[in-house]
């Protein structure tokens, strides 16, 4: 039977646009779909988990109008970068090389190292609060250009060479460039990670002193300032450990893709996807979960924080307390005006 040229031009066209099959599906586990799926599967949970977390921050900070505070400013970037972090990681499936792929790999250099550097600016904020007794909303600018000024340029450095690829169940950085995953990110994020060990460990070391020295004593103030200390530092002296252990099986699977970079091992991957993208969760739990926030979760304050944001404030007017004669039809209920006040605005007008 003849084919007829219509049916031939759309397979052609079919063809043409058609996106190329078994290579790209799954580059992994010598093509096992299956694992591949479940790779996938296990990262878009986590990052969805982690988003949700991210925004249950944003969303008390907001409520209760935390923002005033500057340490809660801090924690509300960090959420912010966590968040758009958590998007990339929700980022499509596994991509082939290419723009999407560049793009992916680009966003998550550039939101890893803003979460670590957000991290880092909180724990620099309570080294000068508590060691230093130094107000520190000067500051914020500084922090700013920090956290996301230095990760701009570190993002932008492996397109030099175009060192961004498919890394396994996300792009980043390929396997054949292990020098540059340690350099641009493990190193570095190792490094930093002891560092604020040692700052950690110096801060409750002070911190334990300044108690010390206020015991015996009863001050409205000290009790006060004691208080806010401890709250600050209770739940932040453990991030730096609770960061490390979600570290620990991202380095070891890429120190496994260096030393063997044609031996995938899936659990290895399974833990990495699990590990990764949990920033946000972390966050919500150590920073979010205090007990001021615990306390305030319940309907009757969320319903009467959400009525603070959306109602009007009441405007009070002043009205003359002479009684008013009831006879006198028109008297006059309009507010009190000062008349030199009055004369003022007409003259500036």
């Known amino acids: 039977m003849a084919t007829s040229p219509g049916s031939v031009l759309s397979s052609s066209v079919s063809s043409a646009f058609s996106s190329p099959k078994p290579e790209t599906t799954c580059p992994m586990f010598d093509g096992d779909v299956y694992k591949c799926d479940v790779i996938v599967g296990i990262r878009k949970t986590v990052a969805s988990l982690s988003l949700i977390g991210c925004l249950f921050m944003i969303g008390v900070i907001w409520l209760f109008r935390k923002y005033r505070s500057f340490v809660q400013r ?5 959420s912010i970068a966590a968040l758009l972090d958590d998007i990339s990681y929700l980022m499509g499936d596994l991509h082939p090389d290419g723009t999407l792929c560049n793009f992916q790999a ?3 250099t550039f939101f890893e190292w803003s979460v670590l550097l957000w991290v880092c600016c909180i724990t620099f904020n ?3 609060n508590i060691i230093w007794m130094t107000r520190t909303d000067k500051y914020e600018i ?3 250009a920090l ?4 990760p701009l340029i570190l993002a932008c450095l492996p397109f030099i060479g175009h060192h961004y690829g498919p890394a396994g169940a996300w792009c980043w950085i390929p396997n054949q460039y292990t020098h540059w995953r340690f350099g641009i990110w493990y190193g570095p994020l190792f490094c930093l990670l002891g560092l604020m060990v040692v700052v950690y460990t110096c801060i409750t070391v002070t911190l334990n002193r300044k108690v010390k020295r206020w015991e015996g004593t009863y001050d409205p103030d000290v009790e006060r300032n004691k208080d806010l ?5 209770k739940p932040l002296r453990a991030y730096p450990f609770i960061y490390l252990a979600l570290s620990i099986f991202p380095l070891v699977h890429r120190i496994q893709n260096a030393v063997s970079p044609d031996n995938t091992v899936f659990a290895l991957v399974v833990l990495h996807a699990l590990t990764s993208p949990l920033q946000g969760m972390v966050n919500a739990i150590v920073y979010g979960l205090d007990r001021e926030t615990i306390v305030r979760l319940t309907p009757t304050s969320i319903k009467l924080a959400i009525q603070s944001h959306f109602n009007q404030p009441t405007l009070i007017s002043e009205y003359p307390s002479a009684p008013v004669n009831s006879q006198d039809a028109s008297a006059d209920l309009s507010p009190v005006v000062d008349p030199e006040v009055d004369l ?3 003259e500036e007008s």
């Open 126 to 128: 309570l080294t000068l």
């Open 142 to 144: 500084f922090y700013h």
């Open 344 to 346: 003022q605005d007409q």
């Open 147 to 150: 956290s996301w000024g230095v």
């Open 74 to 78: 801090l924690i509300l970037y960090l």
């Open 106 to 108: 680009f966003l998550l």
């Open 229 to 233: 200390l401890k709250e600050d530092i």
